[in-house]
């Protein structure tokens, strides 16, 4: 097949296109369907109330209005919305056994997952460089990171996954599904979808791994030489009281284990997101018993 045969397809092949596809959730797995959504279900909870909860706070309390804040909100609007965007689905499959989903809302998910998964990795090397900012050059930090340069920061971020994501999307339409239209899967994943096509899905492999590539490794990789630096910059203080205080300022398988896996690699970072950055946060914790108390708690800026 022509390698010219994806950008193509839409013309030649659109009547290849189904209208939905069948979601095949967990295979063997149907009789405790009922156990395995609790988890599911708790852990959605927990991400929606925990990560909307967070950006309330950081919205209503002034106090939390700084740069270290700003990127935890842009966090946990990420993690609530990358959840939201599969789990209700994932339980219609669970409780009602509905797996029926629209080719182009199938789409729409794929998209939207990997758009909030490139998002997730580019805020936390945000939040790596303010920590870096905040501890190497402290008496600059208000200068270094004002609203403007945060807004830009966010922005391009968004915008980075957004277009690496965007051909996929592409990609992934116009490829014929003259094979059906089941993915052995629990939510409308990549490269399960690609699979599904009698067509050469080569381009999306290669490309996919570039993103991977791309996103992954070059995130990985200064996330990394930020906390480096931090690191060296904090074990250079002549204060263990004053490491302290720096440490404390940033927080062949079965095809069903598989499925399994990938769920819950979907799932844990956005319910632990709360509390790794939110709870363990001292000004959020003290701004968030404020909140519920009223005026009735004062706290001192530094205990």
Known sequence: ????????????????????????????????????????????????????????????????????????????????????TTVPNILCIFWLSLKEIDFNACLSQMFSVDTMTGMESGVLILMALDRYVAICYPLCYATILTNPVITKAGLATFLRSVMLIIPFTFLTKCLPYC???????????????????????????????????????????CISVSYTMIFQAVMSLSSADARHKAFSTGHNIPNHIHIIVANFYLLLPPTMNPVVYGVKTKHIRESMIKFLLGDKVNFTCDK
């Open 1 to 84: 097949m022509s390698p010219q045969f994806n950008w193509l397809c839409l013309f030649n092949f659109s009547s290849l296109t189904p209208g939905f596809f069948i979601l095949n959730g967990i295979p063997g797995l149907e009789a405790t369907y009922i156990w395995i959504s609790l988890p599911f279900y708790f852990m959605h909870i927990i991400v929606v109330v925990g990560n909307c909860g967070l950006i309330c706070l950081i919205s209503h309390e002034e106090a939390l209005h700084r740069p270290m804040y700003y990127f935890l909100a842009l966090l946990s609007f990420t993690d609530a919305t990358w959840c939201t």
């Open 179 to 221: 094979w059906g239209n089941f993915i052995p899967h629990i939510y409308c994943d990549h490269m399960s979808v690609a699979k599904v096509s009698c067509g050469n899905f080569k381009v999306n492999s290669i490309y996919g791994l570039m993103v991977a590539l791309l996103i992954g490794v070059f995130d990985i990789c």
